[in-house]
């Protein structure tokens, strides 16, 4: 009995270290990623001069959220809000683009058999491959010829297209369509194009969804791309805007204020999206998995 | 069906070829004045920009301005105009401070205004100002906007508590920071902030320093002469000695140090106040203001910022933008539009009445300093023999590494400073600058 016991404890004790240890990990890694979150949440009840004075994880003297959010949306004539307008319009429209273009030809990819399809498709991929830091400028160069810089146009374009989402729609095709459907559906009568709006892209809803997010999540966090293309403040980004504010703090040290407000601002619609999409995505991901 | 449609192309494409050509000849006649307002282009970072436009909006039919916020200068602000004027895509007029001016001078970046009879308005700024739009003393490059005598903010009431009084010499100054480190010895006279480049320029010209020279037709770089030596061996025991902390301006430490009564003065120009006042408010009516001490007997200022109106090459309507510019620099209006926002002290001598009367009564962080009075005399005591380099942004940037890796050991200060020279006409040769040796 005791020899038993002995083991049992041994093996508890193991699985206890491991588990404590993964959560040790998971604990830091949580921190790491939470502790700007929280210190930017403090921030947003502060003044300007608390700021600076005060422990930026801990509340200071009153609460200001209501005055800050006022003072942001007023700053420069209400750039801000023009920003937040635009940088949705950018987000929506081109992660919606994208995700019809990455869905539609991963469809095709997957289920038409054509030739150099192997090939066309390992181009797509190595466009992966690619940082988009390296393409920004030559983009702007195409864009400056064909005067189209500084226009909403020179943002969205090149953010309509993304050749990771094809990749993924492609997996997610082989997986959750089956080809028996779409023979069936040809032959009820259904033209290809036909087959793939009421059959095809339904059944890769979840996958489209995972998709759509990914690009707009990028799209919102985007940077560098419209800071080169965009020089026109009625054009800018959230990104691009608080960054022309966050350099103005030496003529104006209010702007200190304006961009931690209108950072965390800035995170509520990517919060908000997610919550209602959330369920959906997850289902969406395990069906992916499972084959 | 075909026909008409055909037709209607074709009557769509004359009406465009028409429009475009009365557009050609609009453009010739160089004058849109029937069709309502020309709308020009305005990039700045400068406090007080969208309140000066609004004003100028407000009071004009003839031009209206479109502000656009620009990343601040050094930020990337310049290398924005660079790239827009290299590009064609040139604003109508723009802000650049007086150290860049040659950068943009040099580079065809900006023309010359002289055309726009700014010649008469040459006895309106200071000898020194001047000097520094109209570098070769033909051309003019840029209005004044504002400019920057240094001054010293002082914590008025500590002072009273421990019985000190505003130093007139930097010796004194030395003195009075020994002084209230006996009674206080967590505190500081000042913060000295080694990584802000226009800071130690500012007291480099204060010293009597002329770190760049074109008087022999090339550029010459000298920074290690004998007045700037003294300034950074004297900033460098300061340090050494504990008198003085040596932090980046403000940066959190440096402002929880002023809130906490810790760094009682602050070496900057009429501008700070606005910045003060927003990061202090509760200490409103506990600052004065006193003049720089100075080295020797007779008294000197240096310039610590201010900024100009300066006009691209490929500026698309010139004519509109020197009617904003011209106000801006000299209109009563423009400094009372910005008072409420900014304390930036105007170029223009006939402005500054207004200015003391406006910031005074509307900022009450002012109201009842000294302000006016000590800035009016420091804005004339500043050496017109200072002159900016032709590179100034990225030499400011070798500046700030050389003295923020330096900063804090002993005899620091002055040897970033004076190493810099080398640095500096390296990189103007590297830039195609011809430089004296």
Redesign the interface.
Known sequence: MSTLGTQVGTGDRAWWMRRSFATLLCALAALYTLMPLVWLLFGVTKT??DL??SNGFAPSGGFHVLDNIRDLFAQ??G?YGRWLLNTAIYAFGGAAVATLLSVAAGYAFDKFEFRGREKWYGLVIAGVLVPHTAIVVPMYLMM?EIRM??TMWSVLIPVMVNPFGVYLARAYSSGAIPNELLESARMDGASELRTFFSVGLRLMGPGALTIFLFQFIAIWNNFFLPMVMI???DLFTLGQGL???N????????YTRMVVVGSAVATIPLILLFIPLQRRWRAGLTEGGIK | MFPRRCHATLRSILTTAAAGALLTSCALTGGSSDDGPTTITYWS???GS?EIVDRFNETHDDVQVDF?????GG???YA?MFN?VR?G?APDIMTVEYPQLNSFITQDLIQPITDWDVEELADQYPEWTWELVSPSGDEVYALPKDVAPTVLFYRADLFEEYGLTPPETWEEFRATAERLQEQRPDAFLTTFGHNDSGLLSALAWQAGAEWFDTSSGEWSVNTTDENTRRMASYWDELIADGLVTSEPM?A?KH??DL??GRSLTLIGAPWSA??LS?????LAGKFDVAPMPRWDDEPTAGNFGGSTMALPVGSPHPDAAMEFARWVSTSPDAVAAAAP?STAYPANVNLQETWATEVSSVNEWVEGMNLPEVTSAAAQEINPAWEWGPDMTESFARLGNATSARAGQPGGLERAITGWQDTVVDQLRLRGYNVAD
Request: proline share 7%.
């Open positions: 300007l001069p600076y004075g420069d004539g750039l400056s810089t500084d020089t026109n403040n960054f022309t504010w350099t103005g703090v030496g003529q104006n040290p209010d | 970072w400068i406090s969208q656009q916020l620009i990343p601040g930020d990337g602000g924005k827009a590009a895509k403000y959190e402002i929880t809130q906490q606005a910045n927003r990061f202090l408010p509760e926002v």
